[in-house]
């Protein structure tokens, strides 16, 4: 993975919003763990907002719920096996760090780490925490984008449930065919 | 498009959680709209919750909010200049049936109309008001759901912004390397 460049963090949803699996890194008082989310949305461009549902079994849970961070790795289809791994362990057993080989990148803004293989990372805080009672949902605010530049459209993984993924395929423009006003500034 | 099947309502994330462009159609007092969804989450199996972001300023916005119904149909790449369309008008002074010649079919448990060329359709219900205000977030229940069965994994497009969608390519299981417990029940 090339050299990573800074994103307008209202341009997350070009990444967020197609729906990829994406791999949360989370960290609380030197503890730190890995875990996969398939769960979550977009909720606004400024501030860029976006709603994610970690369990409340997970060993994530607590380590986000404390640190009032997380960074949002996004991984393609060659990560692939490396993300059913994350998936199918628990951080409450397992270092998944080490056990992975997983490479790692210090935060600009957060504690947590960046995944190093991965496209992209989204450095996020805790923005609005009353969902998580009652839905295990966490309202953050991206604070800091950093992507690789190529390819533009990467090859995400989606999940369907059942073990089975969707790629990213064909990219379609119908840019032509879009009001002005809803084209630019990341809409 | 073939005739649908019922789903059971907890296996609707094999088609949401990938992300794709929904079409949300809406009905209040007679008065009906479309309009095109690309921030959305699943948020619980049972009972079968998704997160769902319409725009205050969307015309369907109030007819879901007073109606407290919806119906999720989720198009494929054939619709696409459909969705590009439904997009790119507004309800507030368009008859977007009329005017698309969009096929419609009645739903069983809504008012809100099916729109027969999609692959698949999710009947909701309001579950849960507390964040419309504050982000336009509607938390629904599915409570019944159809879907075309064939093919399996339907070519659905994922939106990046800009005028630019990505199309649901490659599917790829790994069900073999993955815990038990993860599997079955539609998880």
């Known amino acids: 993975m090339g050299r990573k460049v800074d994103l307008p963090v209202h341009r997350a949803r070009a990444y967020l919003e197609p729906g990829p699996v994406l791999l949360v890194t989370s960290c609380h008082e030197g503890e730190r763990n890995v875990t996969t989310m398939g769960w979550h949305m977009v909720l606004e461009f400024t501030p860029s907002l976006v709603g994610c549902l970690i369990s409340a079994g997970n060993h994530s849970f607590e380590l986000v719920r404390q640190s009032r961070e997380c960074v949002l790795n996004l991984p393609?289809?060659?990560?692939?096996?490396t993300v059913v791994a994350i998936g199918n362990r628990s951080g409450h057993d397992h270092d998944k760090f080490a056990e992975l080989a997983l490479?790692?990148?210090p935060a600009t803004e957060v504690a947590a780490p960046l995944l190093a293989d991965c496209h992209a990372h989204f450095e996020c805080r805790l923005a609005d925490d009353k969902m998580v009672d009652d839905y295990n949902l966490f309202l953050f605010e991206?604070?800091?984008a950093r992507v690789a530049p190529r390819p533009k459209h990467p090859r995400t993984i989606h999940y369907t449930g059942d073990g089975v993924f969707v790629v990213a395929g064909k990219v379609v423009s119908r840019r032509s065919d879009f009001r002005p006003a809803l084209l630019g500034n990341g809409r």
Do not use: H
Not at 76 to 81: E, R, V
């Open 142 to 144: 991206i604070v800091k």
């Open 76 to 81: 393609t289809i060659g990560m692939i096996d």
């Open 103 to 105: 490479e790692t990148e």
